[in-house]
């Protein structure tokens, strides 16, 4: 292992980007993200690499969309209200099979909301903001740490299946500092883009991306192609943390910055002689839900905690099946959820 | 016996889609010329855009890359930008370019990239069936100006030329027409010196073409080139607008 620095997380997402081998980055500046692109904007020259401050999310998704297409690994970055923008070049992409990787540093939403961080984006995220069929991964790490890992591995990942990975965080994680420690070589996959448009040079035939498909039957065997893409990627690509779930009374899901929250509340209710589990999601797509499903029958119910309306909540019912109750404690707004709020609640739901 | 006349190197060998007397189909084959005269189809990525030319992408033997509507110049930066030495052309009509990508042309354009948009102008929505476009003319009948386009209701037509002739990235910009020999030619040469500006790595550079749609504007193909003789030319003044005497 490297030197450990500290290091504000929306920088570090620019260093881990760089360290990917990626020499693209196209974005339009909203808070509270905006230093990914200050970072990019000093580091690309340094490496011969395109910063491009684009006109608006629309242009710089679909620059992304460009880059991509000529092989390269591209990168942008927004929050909330410029991530619905970027929605029709994700649908586009996503159909035409190019990986690159998308940063949410989420804000609270609906409407232009407010700059401070919420969850609220998770649906919009997992479940298809733009139009038709087809899936993101999407990566929620809760340290500065596992975001500068999982920033690497997005790129990866999309590189490893054509597809597009979203980095999903909010406003505490992008904007705080904290100790990180860089490896001194990534590992970074090697895959042959013979399918790029990078020119023909006159040895092979020419290559076209494309996501139209006017014929019915070739527009059903593509999305065929597609989802059995992805539950190649369901059944590989999950990640996700699980802790003190063995004899928990309750378990709790969380992810991102509240599961940190919520590690906290779990030696706080020790020492009142509860025993409370934590499932944290890495991947939001793919779900864990094979976890909710070993643990199902431990605690006496689930709790989700968010920074929404209950979104992943959702998810999480879906996952445990009926086999347990799962309640829901959520904060919206740019409020947090404090550790005494989840705490109280844990003890309404177990009436201890 | 010499050969005096064949099929672009550039051009593939597969018939074309379009409506009897449309001009997207020269255009195309202009633009394979250009590209085999200059030799740089290995080199050469086209981005298609949404229209009725959406999947000339089957038509051209250069790589490819097809773009949402009106995106096009956007997705040409990126590629561009991936690789410098490829030579970037995007191919776009009058809705694509002049509505809905109205933000993405301008600031290709004011970025100066090095590339080049061949713009097709039929004053008109001919894919999705003869709707007004930006560049409809006044008084012109389409599915919806039924009763003429009229300036208190949609507006005066917009001269893209023009529009962009102020932005300092543009450094090539020319206006012409297909519809006879003469004009064919100028359309040639017009669209080989914007390549050759972007070969020589000067900026942006775009030529606007004025092209005919028989089908929607319910005229037979002669019929057709005389309106555009009529109506389009006397709008959209042919000439160059930038870059004239520009070396490359
Ligand atoms: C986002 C989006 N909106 C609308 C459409 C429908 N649409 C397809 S082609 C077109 C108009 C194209 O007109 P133009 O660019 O002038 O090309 P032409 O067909 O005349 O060559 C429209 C509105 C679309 N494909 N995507
Ligand atoms: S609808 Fe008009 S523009 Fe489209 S192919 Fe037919 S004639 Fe050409
Ligand atoms: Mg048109």
Redesign the interface.
């Known amino acids: 292992m490297g030197e450990k620095i500290l290091m504000k997380g929306n920088e570090v997402i620019g260093e881990a980007a760089l360290r990917a081998g990626c020499k693209?980055y196209?974005g339009y500046p909203i808070t509270p993200q905006t230093e990914i692109a200050h970072y990019m904007a000093k580091r690309m020259p340094m490496v011969g690499g395109?910063f491009?401050q684009?006109?608006?999310e629309?242009?710089?998704i679909?620059?992304?969309?460009?880059?991509?297409?000529?092989?390269?690994r591209?990168l942008t970055s927004s929050s909330s209200p410029g991530i619905s923008l970027k929605q029709?070049?994700i649908s586009?992409a996503s159909c035409?099979e190019l990986p690159a990787v998308i940063v949410n540093i989420v804000r609270c939403g609906p409407g232009l909301g407010g700059i401070l961080p919420a969850q609220c984006d998770y649906f919009q995220a997992v479940k298809g903001g733009g139009h038709g069929d087809y899936k993101m991964v999407v990566l929620a790490p809760c340290s500065v740490q596992e975001l500068y890992e999982l920033t690497v591995e997005a790129f990866n990942i999309a590189d490893k299946y054509r597809i597009l990975v979203m980095i999903m965080g909010d406003g505490i994680l992008g904007q705080m500092m904290e100790p990180v420690e860089f490896k001194d070589k990534e590992e970074i996959i090697s895959v042959q883009k013979n399918w790029a448009?990078?020119?023909?040079?006159?040895?092979r035939e020419?290559?076209?991306?494309?996501?139209?498909y006017?014929d019915p039957e070739k527009m059903e065997k593509h999305n065929l192609k597609l989802q059995e893409k992805y539950s190649r990627i369901a059944s590989s690509e999950v990640k996700v943390e699980t802790y003190n779930c063995e004899n928990a009374d309750i378990i709790v899901s969380a992810f991102g910055s509240v599961a940190r929250i919520v590690k906290n509340v779990i030696s706080m209710a020790e020492k009142e002689g509860i025993k409370v589990g934590l499932i944290r999601p890495i991947t939001l797509w793919p779900f864990p839900e094979s976890e909710f499903l070993k643990y199902a029958d431990v605690p006496k119910a689930f709790l989700t905690v968010e920074m929404n309306a209950g979104q992943m909540f959702e998810d999480v019912k879906m996952a445990v099946n009926g086999r347990k109750k799962v309640y829901f404690h959520g904060r919206m707004g740019g409020m947090i959820p404090t550790q005494q709020d989840i705490l109280d609640k844990i003890k309404e739901i177990l009436k201890v | 016996m010499p050969t005096v006349f064949k099929r672009p190197h550039a051009l593939k060998e597969v018939s074309m889609h379009y409506c009897p007397g449309c001009t997207h189909g020269i255009i195309h084959r202009l633009i394979a010329e250009v590209i085999d005269e200059l030799d740089i189809?290995?080199?050469?990525?086209g981005?298609?855009s949404v229209g009725c030319t959406?999947?000339n992408?089957?038509y051209?033997?250069?790589?490819?890359?097809?773009?949402?509507h009106g995106?096009a110049p956007?997705?040409?930066?990126?590629?561009?930008?991936?690789?410098p030495d490829?030579v970037v052309f995007t191919y776009q009509g009058d809705g694509d370019l002049a509505a809905i990508g109205t933000?993405?042309i301008?600031?290709a354009a004011a970025?100066g990239e090095k590339i080049t948009t061949v713009f097709v102008n039929n004053a008109i929505y001919g894919m999705t069936s003869g709707q007004m476009a930006p560049t409809t003319l006044i008084n012109q009948v389409t599915t919806t100006t039924p009763y003429g386009r009229s300036v208190e209701k949609h507006g005066f037509p917009i001269r893209v030329c023009e529009l962009l002739s102020s932005l300092e990235g543009a450094v090539y910009i020319e206006r012409v027409s297909v519809n006879d020999i003469k004009n064919i030619k100028n359309a040639k040469q017009a669209i080989k010196k914007a390549f050759q500006v972007q070969l020589a790595n000067k900026g942006f550079s775009l030529v606007e073409v004025l092209s005919t749609c028989p089908t929607n504007w319910g005229l037979n193909p002669n019929e057709a080139i005389k309106w555009l003789e009529n109506n389009m030319i006397p709008h959209y003044p042919l000439g160059n607008f930038k870059g004239k005497d520009l070396e490359v």
């Open positions: 693209h196209f395109t491009v684009a006109e608006s629309v242009a710089a679909n620059m992304v969309y460009g880059a991509a297409s000529a092989g390269v591209a029709e070049g586009y035409a448009a990078s020119g023909t040079k006159m040895n020419n290559n076209v991306i494309t996501s139209i006017i | 189809e290995g080199k050469t990525i981005i298609s959406y999947n992408y089957e051209f033997n250069c790589d490819m890359v097809q773009a949402a995106r956007a997705v040409g930066t990126g590629v561009k930008r991936a690789n490829n933000a993405e301008v600031h970025r």
